[in-house]
């Protein structure tokens, strides 16, 4: 494998998006990275774990920040041939080709309700509200307490991080999860609520110091499996999150507080 390069998906258009059908069979208007991502998703969560397709892509995903890591593979595309005497006629041909080989995002607030301890959960948790209108992000809400969470702070969520099997162990994930939890780091207001395009009773605030900002906390919803990574990068298990089940798999919520340095914010 060459060394791995990674690309940035800012919030895109994916109103075309049919979660029923698989990345091939998209329409054109999809932004390529995307597909790239649900590629991979679609290989991880679908194939290997089992999660069924159509709830593989969800509301967050066109107000999310996607990162794709490629692996430059060569792949044979002609064998060598011979001749009967074993002379070489025909030379290997291969080409090298960029591959997509793991993906994460990061999803702006506001949030819907942290999901409920001990319950079972046919897709992802946060999206079986069946009052919500999906097409518009969650209102803005006042929480449960948890742990970490005092139920009102703005928090980011970095998610859907996934690496096909045969690039595991290689600190891919490793570079995806640095390369977003660094950008937000540096980006800190890009998800900021602006007043003029969300008005101020949208934002559930009163007054311009109740205009939700974000300050640094970041959540994750991991897998039982996979927290003693997400502690390897600074998180946290939430003890008063508790834990539920999405689509069999036991999962937790996990949080880490990101320092600011107001001088890197854009
Ligand atoms: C979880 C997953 C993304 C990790 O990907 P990866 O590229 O293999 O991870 P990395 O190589 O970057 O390793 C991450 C950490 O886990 C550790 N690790 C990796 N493979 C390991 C293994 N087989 N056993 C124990 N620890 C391991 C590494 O030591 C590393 O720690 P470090 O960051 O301090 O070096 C990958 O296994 C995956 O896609 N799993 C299926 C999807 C999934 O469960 N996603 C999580 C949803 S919450």
Request: aromatic share 10%.
């Amino acid at each position: 494998m060459g060394t791995p390069f990674i690309t940035f998906l800012g919030p895109s258009n994916l109103d075309a998006y049919d979660p029923k059908l698989s990345y091939t069979q998209q329409p054109e208007s999809i932004p390529k990275t995307f597909l790239e991502a649900m590629e991979v998703r679609e290989e991880v969560f679908v194939k290997e774990q089992g999660v069924p397709l159509e709830n593989e892509f969800d509301s967050d995903d066109a107000r999310a920040c996607h990162w794709v890591v490629y692996a430059s593979v060569n792949t044979t595309v002609q064998a060598e041939q011979k001749d009967a005497d074993g002379k070489v006629i025909a030379r290997k041909q291969s080409v090298t080709k960029s591959l997509p080989i793991g993906t994460i995002r990061l999803v702006p607030f506001p949030h819907p309700p942290h999901p409920t301890p001990g319950a079972s959960y046919t897709e992802d948790a946060l999206e079986t509200d069946p009052d919500r209108d999906f097409t518009k992000p969650p209102p803005y809400i006042v929480d449960r307490a948890t742990t970490f969470h005092d139920g009102k702070e703005p928090y980011i969520k970095l998610g859907r991080i996934a690496v096909l099997k045969e690039f595991r162990g290689a600190g891919i994930a490793r570079l995806l999860a640095n390369a977003a939890i660094t950008w937000i780091q540096q980006n800190f207001t890009y998800f900021n609520p602006s007043i003029k395009t969300v008005g101020m009773e949208n934002m559930n605030a009163s007054n311009i110091a109740e205009i939700p900002v974000w300050k640094g906390l970041l959540c994750v919803h991991a897998q039982e499996q996979v927290t003693k990574t997400w502690a390897k990068w600074g998180f946290q298990i939430d003890e008063e999150m508790g834990t539920w089940m999405e689509e069999g798999i036991p999962h937790v919520g996990m949080f880490q507080r990101l320092k600011l340095d107001p001088n890197a914010g854009t």
